[in-house]
């Protein structure tokens, strides 16, 4: 799958899961778009605007009762924040955003340290009154 002026105004090609790929086919057999992926409906040989996408994603946030700031891009945000928590490389994860320099990649790491922070840190809301008199198991005393 091709993105054409991405971010930078530069095309480049985008990688994506089997099973996605499966779900894009059954999607072009389903609806056989002309020469976009996703179409107007009033004028399927347009393509949708990216402003139409943002006005779009703005409706269903406000739907669903996020209010949360965040656009699309979010997304790409997202992906590539668990990507590193979850201990996938830098370079990987540079490579799967497209990103011509590692140095933009390296602002994620940031990003998810600041996550596994905040998940650690939800351990002081446990309630540890509720362990009281809950027996724990002695060590043997070598």
Same mark, same amino acid.
């Given at each position: ?21 499966? +779900? ?15 179409? &107007? ?14 006005? #779009? ?18 997304? #790409? ?8 928590? &979850? ?5 990987? +994860? ?7 320099? +590692? ?15 905040? &998940? ?13 008199? +809950? ?8």
């Amino acid at each position: 799958m091709w993105v054409r002026q991405g971010k930078g105004g530069k095309d480049r090609a985008a990688l994506y899961p089997p099973r996605l790929k499966q +779900v894009l086919n059954e999607y072009r057999e389903a609806c056989q778009p002309l020469d976009w992926l996703f179409y &107007r409906p009033d004028t399927p040989h347009l393509h949708l605007s990216p402003k139409t996408l943002v006005k #779009r994603f703005a409706k269903l946030k406000e739907r669903a009762g996020l209010i949360r700031e965040g656009g699309l891009h979010s997304f #790409r945000h997202s992906f590539a924040t668990h990507l590193i928590a &979850r201990g996938i490389d830098i370079y990987t +994860v540079q490579k799967l955003l497209g990103h011509k320099s +590692v140095t933009t990649t390296q602002v994620y790491i940031h990003l998810a340290q600041s996550m596994i922070l905040s &998940r650690a840190q939800s351990l002081d809301l446990l309630d540890y009154q509720s362990f009281k008199g +809950v027996e724990t198991p002695k060590r043997s005393q070598p």
